[in-house]
């Protein structure tokens, strides 16, 4: 058999500049855990929910020696009662494996607690786009379901698209203080976020997402003030006009109205907890979630 051919240079090239990127992602990972701004049951369960994370690269030991007060014969003991070879990674343990391992963090660290995640953002940045990628790849995220006063249009089903009520229930709710917000929409119907729902998600430890404007954003910080408030930034300036006037279907008086409001919501940014910019969708939407694995408390940085 003719010995196989060595690889082109530039592939060489191209695999170390790989290899390089993803020990420095590793190395990130631990540095967080080490530092506490994540803890190391927040990014198991980030690895589990995505296999490509540098989380789900780490082998297991590195994950517990990341912990401060876990030292590498108390790691090795654990790994041994827990049944878990010390050349297994995160992501690739078996599903009792990963039960094993989630129980000892849980029992070391306690839960991980939950906490509501606010997505906001100026008008056409894409907050409903990342909210669907979401929806869609992350199904243990849970997206809160909005009320509202208006009749269902095709296809609408209640309690999945919205929940329609009637005026009467609707001011209900908010002589009862059942919903964290809630505002009039062009002058018609009315929308509002239950909070019953959201308490109840995140007594169970379930993530819960928000996606919702501005002014919505200010009201839950009010009533809330435990929750993550993420702005979604776009691109640049020049991105943003290009997504609002680009459709041509506004006159010019709208496009002029539409861009002044842009201005005024982007000077709010800072307002936010964090700031993610959506230049891709996939990759937006990777970063709110792994901010909602950062302990209350902890520093963010994005």
């Not at 990130?28 to 296999?51: C, E, G």
């Not at 929940?163 to 018609?188: G, M, P, Q, T």
């Not at 404007?213 to 009533?223: K, M, T, Y």
């Not at 435990?226 to 680009?246: C, D, K, M, S, Y």
């Given at each position: 058999m003719s010995p196989r051919p060595a690889p082109p240079e530039v592939d060489r090239a191209a695999a170390g500049r790989a290899a390089i990127?993803?020990?420095?992602?590793?190395?990130?990972?631990?540095?967080?855990?080490?530092?506490?701004?994540?803890?190391?049951?927040?990014?198991?369960?980030?690895?589990?929910?995505?296999?490509?994370?540098?989380?789900?690269?780490?082998?297991v030991t590195e994950l517990l020696t990341s912990v401060p007060t876990l030292g590498p014969a108390r790691v090795g003991r654990v790994m041994a009662e827990l049944g878990i070879?010390?050349?297994?990674?995160?992501?690739?343990?078996?599903?009792?494996?990963r039960i094993r391992l989630r129980d000892y963090l849980v029992t070391r660290q306690g839960a991980e607690p939950s906490r509501l995640i606010v997505l906001a953002g100026p008008t056409a940045v894409g907050k409903g786009t990342v909210s669907a990628h979401i929806r869609e790849n992350f199904p243990n995220v849970m997206l809160s379901v909005s009320a509202t006063t208006r009749t269902p249009r095709p296809g609408e089903i209640d309690g999945v698209h919205?929940?329609?009520?009637?005026?009467?229930?609707?001011?209900?709710?908010?002589?009862?203080?059942?919903?964290?917000?809630?505002?009039?929409?062009?002058?018609?119907?009315?929308y509002g976020t239950p909070r019953p729902p959201i308490d109840d998600a995140l007594a169970a430890g379930k993530r819960v997402m928000l996606e919702i404007?501005?002014?919505?954003?200010?009201?839950?910080?009010?009533?809330?003030?435990?929750?993550?408030?993420?702005?979604?930034?776009?691109?640049?300036?020049?991105?943003?006009?290009?997504?609002?006037?680009?459709?041509?279907?506004?006159?010019?008086e709208e496009q002029q109205r539409r861009l002044d409001t842009a201005?005024?919501?982007?000077?709010?940014?800072?307002?936010?907890?964090?700031?993610?910019?959506?230049?891709?969708?996939?990759?937006?939407?990777?970063?709110?979630?792994e901010l909602m694995d950062a302990p209350i408390g902890a520093p963010i940085s994005r």
């Open positions: 990127a993803a020990r420095r992602a590793r190395a990130a990972v631990k540095q967080s855990i080490a530092s506490k701004q994540k803890t190391a049951l927040a990014v198991a369960q980030s690895a589990w929910s995505d296999p490509a994370s540098a989380g789900a690269t780490l082998r070879s010390d050349k297994k990674r995160v992501g690739g343990l078996g599903i009792r494996q919205y929940y329609f009520v009637s005026d009467e229930e609707f001011d209900r709710k908010i002589a009862d203080d059942e919903l964290l917000e809630w505002a009039v929409v062009h002058n018609s119907y009315r404007d501005l002014q919505g954003a200010r009201q839950v910080r009010a009533v809330m003030p435990e929750a993550l408030l993420v702005f979604l930034l776009p691109p640049t300036w020049e991105e943003l006009v290009r997504r609002l006037i680009g459709r041509g279907t506004e006159k010019p201005r005024m919501e982007l000077a709010a940014q800072d307002e936010f907890d964090a700031k993610v910019v959506n230049r891709e969708v996939s990759q937006a939407a990777q970063e709110v979630v």
